[in-house]
């Protein structure tokens, strides 16, 4: 598809808002709104752990329902990579994971970074993965801290 810059930059903003919102369900948490960043029948799927696969909303619904039990978590879009033709595109992400599970004082926080590696097509006037593939590149593990604010001296 020949698009302008200024259509090309449309596209490329609806493919980011896309995964923001992904990653905003991902953390809220609501599986049914990661399962609605998909096509019907997209693929997720995990690099790391090869057996992970997960086909159709419904399926990846009831694997992010599961993923809960990891706790608090916090996703942050580091930067993204795309090349469009026509109505599908191929993207690279990269992005930081952090994990708090109950975000107690003194309990461990983990801290990944991810890689997702993504096939984005336009289904229903919307652009949606096609297929997710996560991978996880590094990790570290530290102590959480108090979550007040610091005292006002009166």
Known sequence: M?????EALLH???IRETAERYFRHADTP???????????NGVFRSATQTEM?????????DGFDAFRRWGRTSHMLANMHLVLDGHSAKGSMLGVSFVAGAAREGDPIRVRGLRYLDTWVVEDGEWLLAERV?????????????????????
């Open 2 to 6: 020949d698009v302008n810059d200024s």
């Open 12 to 14: 490329r903003l609806r």
């Open 30 to 40: 609501d599986p049914v709104g990661v399962a609605d960043c998909f096509t019907k």
């Open 53 to 61: 696969r997960l086909t159709g909303r419904a399926e990846i619904a």
């Open 134 to 154: 996560h991978e996880a590149l590094w990790q570290f593990e530290a102590t959480q801290m108090h979550l007040r604010l610091p005292d006002i001296a009166g």
